[in-house]
């Protein structure tokens, strides 16, 4: 198969963020996600929860609440104070309304989509009507002491369940006065403690549910004010709670990092009395779970370790599978290191401030035999820290870096943020190097969403919103000019969000937000052909250096290959659609995202996800069903005769874990991020102490 | 007393309780005389005994017997809560009224029956579990239809299967509320079967090991009201399952707080809590299911095997691997304990008497010493030896308790504890003083490592007579020596106590490991046992007198004779010799070939009795050392090898009726079998031994009062005043002052009764004022009755004994006839009395 020499690198110090809250589209098939920094994804169910859409984050502006209104839009209110409305269309902030009471610790629309109640630090809640092209202040109901942490609609959008501190609160929507007052039994120690409560649910039965500070997850009635059952969970505090939207089911998450599922059952057979009941216990994160989610066939969990855990209810499956396993994304669906080849340098992108690194050089190969790939030891390499410091100084406002890339020849560095698009060229002279803003940038349409150099570095190309790509041509010293704007001919809405160059700078392929992959002619600048569209999300793409195929990676596994000269699919890729991937391969969770090839042997596909890196041999066959699909160990025992037979296409590498980048340097070089788990655990704040047995 | 019969070999207690979980009879407001409202009566099934405890007084109400083989299952019938349905595993099921301890009924169902269920809603069936016919190992749950005909002994063949592949435990199948379905475990499997629906559903665990231990299910209960069924696991957790008829939206929870094997589980009565009990010797109490709310009690000294509740839930009882029955109020209380005799992983103390009490004395829980009364199958107390915290875990190595000695008069106690390590053994010597006033032992001396190796036998120099200071032990060990200690004056004046054990005397014989030691009955010789050598020492000189050897074996035990034939000297080898050596001549006097594995001298008579195994059967040989022809044989003892016997001197000398039997006139022999079960020797014949005789019934105080009574007690009391106008010229037994033939008719069940015309006579006979002259008579006769009903307990027959001496002075005083009367004679004269003659005189 090839031995390569591989630069190891795990010195990209990237933390993800910890996931602060969940919202999943209400009969819909997306999931919207906030992370700690502000910065909100947006998960495609139907593509493999994909990570389909990222709107980066602002030091500003932090999200304590999302909340999906009428269907698809996407509102999200934070400690800033303000509402914000995310235009998914082009990955940014539409507008942002002040909601006039301090901080904001919780949002809800209610069920016909047309307000949204905010819970403020002052403790007042206020409703604001939803209007096209954004919302306006309605009322506010009666204030009391205390912060509204958390807010519940009744599902008949009459009344309002508001938890705060030691009480709970239900507000007439109508007359905006409390009508009841639940005091939480708050002596439950010995020490008087406050009751936290952190979240709500109001039922359509009048049962309201809430978690709290002391582990507890209470079911109350209402006009009441009584308790029904009280479930203590844990011993710290149950954070989280998402309903089911048939109210049979509930998930809670709690500051230890389990989450619990509680189910509606009735007690008898056939009788009519039901009774909640605590089912399975989760304990998939580390950190505590700030925030869970119920959609229709799975619990979701995000937690302060930065991990999303997608666990799909088994029972509710029609058969075991691809569907009903556990995900887990820690990581995101998309790369932040960008690599130059010629002057191997790897640029590493962190939501803040930008790091290029130089590779070591190598100076001794290891030996060993077969396909196997062969780890070389790296000297010393460097970040440039000169570099890093210029770029920090670069760095203005709050704002959170989209997108960034280094030329091949590594001396041009590119990067946007939402509003801001920069372009420095890199000096180098010996170890030291020297940064040189480049002048007179042209205004383009921001943000930025993509960035890419041409294989000569002599142009730069920015995926733009609207489908929209912009051509700059940089010139030498330290100039560039805006060439053409490529736009589909069709029209498209959403931004481009992958872009893949020929190595002769003939082509140009761009993904939008609707899948749709166009593919442009450079030489004369005209739309070219636009792949037949195919019902998923594109993870990753690239164009073969020699042939000008254009290989596809979707987000349910399949690999397309289109030849661009001939405007179709190619024979490889009509047969792999006949015959049909290998289970095991499409029964991976995660996204491919990234897609390289070996000039020196064009068969060979290059192409890694976050646990594996895959070597696909053009000139094999393909694995069968009953095939191992991991079979180099294996083959390693088989006689030399033997192996022949039992060769397939997919040489599987799972070596390096989590791999968050892998490029070919040259013919027989590899270059492998990765980001090894315990390293960025060892980064995240101390979980909550716990005892465990044995220890 | 009828003619003697050969003797028999008796089960008098320590049988284990592995059988089933215990009963609590159902509320019974009008009997309990408990405090308070509560079931009155434990139901266990003990060996192949179904025993009946009282709950308050902790007594051994009831022992009922009958069942040939282990007894397997018990329930109450749900349909009449004064009856009981035993299983067992001669295949019977027997229907008992427990109230009186008669059997009912007993129908045959002709394969080995290993549990038992009864269900109110299942009207004349039960539910058994038998092995499937034609397959190994394989076992079924089947319903056994109780056919209603008349008659005691039934067919009941009318069989049809519910469940196939079931365990054999009683734990691994529970019958859901009110009986709609039945759960079962096996392995990693749950089956679920309703019975409305004749729906199966199975679920099962995943099979992998996983890193915390299997998963295995090992028992399982069901809610009392809702669909919802708890398992246990071996890997210590507790699964709750619901929504178990989907077969696919199934739920399950997890509990988790034991570490081992969940042995048993029970829900209250409502179902709102959940007990559980494992190995750690912890009951759990589970509140709503939920992980976070449990509450624990803690030390109850022993893994918990069974758990059962009481109908009412006021009650619940934890059954223990030692036997032990610990009753646990609602609240998590203890409560009260039940203990016969208390098993151990192993008895290494051997049995021992207390001379003190007379009890037996040995191994009880870990590190204690347990002091067991053989006429009240309770345990007396238990010592602390150890003193240290026992840790119920698999695998530990910790100290016990592995040798006891008790002085004479039992006013010391020597005790050996040892850690077994391969690299040192921990050994303590420990010397308890009897304290008078605290009515306990009280540790004086604490050795540690008193020998460099294990200790094998110790043993102190019977000597009741003399002073405290010739108090003398010896141990030996495998270090090749033995030592003896003595007391010495303390003279430190910080010392709390005057007086101190310290060794005197080094003694060794060729390096030969020593292994056993004894003293004469006058104390003046030592024998101590080298591997082959006996060796005999002087023990006032400590000089060497002589040795014998009898080659090749190594030396097993020794003891001396006693009385008439204490100049022999008995030994017995492990190659399978029983040797006679006489000491005057130094000489072996005769020697047998018997491989004899318990050697055991009467204290009180000259008598030893040897108990040999060959070819899997224990034998017991009666011999005195004089002779070496035995006095009684006895082939075939019991099946199970006898590991231990001993000698407990009788209070009064029991009359024996054959010469055969003499050697049991002032001690009773027992025994310990390898599985703990304590046997006697008894002459008296099975069926009198099996009539239920102890009639001290707690019923009788708390009977009703009807008109009947009142007339009776009325009745009783003119009686018992005519008595005491008579001049208390007899004694009386203490309560019991009716005649036989009234007790008989209140205490027999009315449907077992005889006809009325029968009976009526009888009663009116009874009711009839006697002459006063022939009222001594008729006592004794009522005295005599008493007595031929043979008492379990020796308690009793104490108490008979004493009457029967008693009951000589008035007879005397009459002059009718003497006591020097011959025993056949005497006999002759009491049947015709028996015949009640009275009526006549009044007319």
Avoid at chain 1, 360 to 386: F, I, N, Y
Avoid at chain 2, 530 to 540: M, N, P, Q, Y
Avoid at chain 2, 713 to 719: A, F, L, T, W, Y
Wanted: proline share 4%.
């Amino acid at each position: 198969m090839g031995e390569f020499e591989v630069h190891r690198v795990r010195f990209f110090g990237l933390v993800p963020a910890g996931i602060r809250c969940l919202a999943c589209q209400p009969h819909g098939a997306r999931l919207a996600l906030a992370r700690t920094d502000g910065a909100v994804e947006i998960y495609n169910f139907a593509a493999n929860y994909f990570q389909e859409k990222v709107i980066p984050g602002n030091q500003a502006r932090s999200v304590e609440a999302l909340c999906w209104v009428a269907g698809d839009r996407l509102f999200g209110a934070g400690l800033g104070g303000e509402i914000t409305e995310y235009d998914l269309f082009r990955l940014c902030a539409a507008h942002s309304v002040d909601g006039g009471g301090g901080p904001i610790w919780s949002m809800a629309a209610n069920n016909s989509g047309t307000q949204l109640a905010i819970g403020c630090e002052d403790g007042s809640v206020k409703l604001f009507q939803v209007v096209p092209g954004g919302i306006q202040f309605g009322q506010n109901l009666n204030r009391q002491k205390g912060r509204i942490l958390c807010l519940s609609w009744h599902p008949s959008d009459t009344h309002i369940a508001a938890g705060s501190i030691d009480v709970v609160r239900v507000f007439d929507v109508s007359s905006g006065q409390t009508v009841q007052r639940i005091m939480m039994n708050y002596r439950v120690h010995k020490v008087k403690r406050e009751c936290i409560v952190w979240s709500i649910a109001f039922l359509s039965s009048g049962t309201v549910v809430t978690s709290d500070s002391f582990g507890r997850v209470q079911f109350w009635d209402w006009e009441r004010g009584t308790l029904q059952e009280s479930h203590t969970v844990s011993t710290s505090a149950v954070l989280s709670l998402s309903v089911s939207e048939k109210e049979d089911s509930i998930i809670v998450g709690t500051s230890t990092g389990a989450t619990y599922q509680f189910q509606l059952l009735p007690v008898k057979t056939g009788s009519l009395e039901k009774r909640w009941v605590r089912t399975k216990p989760f304990q998939h994160h580390t950190h505590d779970v700030r925030a869970v989610a119920h959609s229709s066939t799975a619990l979701i969990s995000g937690g302060l370790d930065a991990q999303l855990v997608i666990r799909p209810l088994v029972e509710k499956m029609q058969k075991k599978g691809y569907d009903a396993a556990l995900r887990k994304f820690t990581f995101p669906h998309r790369c932040l290191v960008s690599c130059a080849r010629k002057a191997r340098l790897l640029l590493f992108q962190f939501s803040q401030h930008l790091e290029l690194w130089r590779l070591g050089s190598t100076d001794k190969t290891g030996e060993s035999q077969g396909p196997a790939l062969v780890q070389a030891l790296w000297q010393s390499p460097r970040c440039l820290q000169d570099f890093e410091h210029e770029l920090s100084c670069a760095w203005a406002g709050p704002e959170h870096i989209c997108c960034s890339c280094v030329s091949p020849c590594g001396s041009w560095v590119a990067y946007s943020t939402a509003s801001r698009f920069h372009l420095y060229e890199v000096q180098y002279d010996g170890d030291s190097v020297s940064v040189k803003k480049v002048p007179k940038v042209p205004k383009l349409l921001l943000p930025a969403y993509q960035l890419q150099f041409s294989a000569d570095s002599g142009s730069l190309f920015i995926a733009s919103a609207q489908g929209s790509v912009h051509v700059l041509q940089l010139l030498e010293p330290g100039g560039c000019k805006h060439l053409h704007t490529f736009r589909p001919l069709s029209g498209c809405p959403e931004a481009v969000y992958l872009l893949a160059v020929s190595a002769d700078g003939h082509w140009l392929a761009a993904v939008g937000g609707d899948w749709a992959i166009h593919i442009y002619n450079l030489k004369c600048f005209k739309h070219h052909c636009t792949v037949p569209t195919y019902n998923c999300a594109v993870t990753a793409l690239a164009i073969h250096p020699v042939t000008n195929n254009l290989v596809i990676a979707y987000s349910d596994q399949q690999l397309f290959e289109f030849s661009i000269p001939e405007k179709q699919y190619t024979a490889w890729s009509r047969m792999v659609q006949n015959s049909g991937l290998h289970k095991v391969w499409l029964e991976r969770d995660s996204p491919i995202t990234h897609i390289t090839f070996n000039p020196k042997n064009p068969s060979h596909i290059l192409l890694h996800d976050i646990y594996m890196f895959c070597i696909l041999d053009k000139s094999l066959p393909l694995p069968d069903d009953s095939a191992l699909l991991m079979n180099q160990t294996t083959l390693k025992q088989l006689p030399e005769t033997a192996r022949q037979w039992q060769l397939h296409a997919f040489k599987i590498c799972k070596k390096f874990q989590p791999l968050l980048f892998a490029d070919l340097l040259d013919e027989n070089c590899l270059v492998m991020v990765e980001r090894p788990i315990m390293d960025f655990k060892t980064q995240l704040p101390l979980p909550i102490q716990q005892k465990k047995f044995g220890t | 007393m009828v003619a003697p019969a050969a003797l028999r070999v008796v089960r008098c207690g320590g049988s284990s309780f592995h059988g089933a979980r215990a009963v609590f009879s159902a509320d019974s407001k009008q009997v309990g005389p408990g405090p308070g409202p509560g079931p009155g009566y434990l139901l266990c099934a003990s060996g192949d005994f179904v025993k009946m405890y009282s709950v308050a007084t902790e007594e051994t109400l009831r022992l009922m017997g009958g069942h040939a083989d282990l007894v397997t299952g018990i329930q109450l019938n749900p349909h009449n809560h004064v009856q009981l349905y035993s299983s067992s595993l001669d295949g019977t099921i027997k229907l008992w009224d427990f109230m009186d301890g008669i059997p009912i009924k007993t129908f045959t169902v002709g394969s080995k029956l290993l549990a038992l269920y009864a269900l109110a809603s299942f009207e004349d069936s039960v539910f058994v579990v038998i092995p499937k016919r034609g397959e190994r190992a394989t076992f079924q749950l089947v319903s056994v239809k109780l056919t209603k005909a008349a008659g005691q002994d039934l067919e009941a063949k009318e069989l049809s299967v519910v469940l196939d592949g079931v365990d054999a435990s009683p734990k691994s199948i529970a019958f859901g509320r009110e009986g709609e379905y039945v759960a079962s475990v096996k392995e990693i499997d749950l089956q679920v079967y309703f019975f409305k629906q004749k729906q199966l559903n199975r679920f099962s665990v995943s099979a992998a090991k996983t890193k915390s231990g299997n998963n295995q299910f090992t028992c399982i209960a069901c809610h009392p009201t809702e669909d919802c069924i708890a398992t246990g696991h071996a890997d210590g957790k507790i699964r709750i399952w619901r929504n178990f008829y989907h077969k696919k939206e199934y739920i399950y929870s997890t509990l988790h707080w034991h570490h081992d094997t969940v042995m048993d589980l029970a829900f209250s009565v409502e179902g709102d809590s959940l007990l559980s009990g494992g190995v750690e010797s912890v009951l759990v109490l589970w509140h709503n299911q939920s992980e976070c709310e449990k509450d624990f009690l803690p030390r109850l000294g022993s893994p918990i095997e069974y758990i059962s509740m009481a109908s009412d839930g006021t009650l619940c009882c934890t059954l223990h691997t030692d036997n032990r029955i610990t009753i646990i109020n609602s609240n998590l209380r203890f409560a009260r304990s039940i203990q016969g005799l208390i098993k151990s992983a192993d008895i290494k103390t051997g049995l021992v008497v207390d001379p003190r009490t007379k009890a037996l004395v040995l191994n009880g829980e870990p590190g204690h010493l347990q002091f067991y009364c053989l006429q009240s199958d309770q345990q007396l107390f238990s010592l602390d030896i150890v003193q240290r915290q026992y840790i119920h875990q698999a695998g530990l190595n910790q100290a016990d308790l592995v040798k006891v000695a008790f002085s004479a008069r039992g006013k010391w106690l020597a005790t050996v504890e040892e850690r077994e390590e391969v690299t040192d053994p921990e050994l303590q010597l420990k010397l308890w003083f009897y304290d008078e006033e605290a009515q306990s032992f009280k540790l004086n001396t604490r050795i540690n490592m008193p020998h460099e190796d294990q200790i094998t036998d110790l043993c102190f120099r019977d000597m009741d007579e003399l002073e405290d200071d010739s108090v003398i032990l010896v141990t030996t060990g495998r270090d090749r020596v033995f030592k003896v200690w003595v007391i010495v004056e303390d003279t430190d004046p910080e010392a709390q106590q005057s007086v101190s054990w310290s060794c005197d005397f080094i003694g060794s014989y060729h390096n030969y490991q020593a292994t056993n030691c004894c003293f004469s009955e006058d104390g003046s010789l030592l024998a101590v046992s080298f591997e082959e050598t006996v060796t005999v020492w002087d023990s006032v000189t400590w000089d060497l007198k002589c040795t014998f050897c009898h080659p090749p074996g190594k030396i097993r035990n020794i003891c001396f004779g006693r009385l008439t034939c204490s100049k022999y000297l008995i030994g017995v080898s492990d190659d399978g010799f029983l040797c006679c050596w006489n000491l005057l001549s130094c000489a072996l006097e005769w020697s047998a070939h018997l491989n004899i594995l318990v050697l055991q001298p009467d204290p009180l008579s000259e008598y030893i009795a040897a108990v040999s195994w060959l070819s899997k059967e224990s034998s017991l040989f009666v011999f005195k050392p004089n002779e070496p022809r035995p006095i009684y044989i006895q082939r075939n003892l019991c099946r199970e090898k006898i590991q231990l016997a001993a000698f407990i001197p009788r209070d009064e000398p029991e009359t024996v009726g054959s010469e055969k039997y003499l050697w049991l006139r002032r001690s009773q022999l027992f025994f310990l079998t390898d599985t703990q079960e304590l046997m006697t020797l008894s002459t008296k014949s099975l069926q009198e031994r099996l009539t239920p005789a102890s009639k001290q019934l707690a019923v009788e105080e708390s009977l009703p009062v009807t008109p009947f009574s009142l007339l009776l007690g009325k009745h009783r009391r003119q009686q018992s005043q005519d008595d005491i106008d008579l001049g208390k010229l007899f004694v009386r037994n203490k309560c019991e002052q009716d005649s036989p033939a009234v007790k008989e008719l209140l205490h027999t069940p009315a449907h077992v009764l005889p006809s009325a015309s029968f009976l009526c006579p009888i009663f009116i006979n009874s009711l009839l004022i006697s002459k006063e002259n022939k009222s001594a008579e008729e006592v004794a006769d009522e005295v005599e009755m008493e007595s031929e009903k043979p008492e379990d307990d020796s308690d009793e027959e104490r108490d008979v004994t004493e009457m029967e001496q008693e009951n000589t002075s008035p007879l005397e005083l009459f002059g009718e006839m003497t006591c020097k009367l011959p025993k056949s004679q005497e006999k002759e004269l009491r049947k015709i009395r028996k015949v009640d003659y009275s009526w006549i005189s009044a007319f």
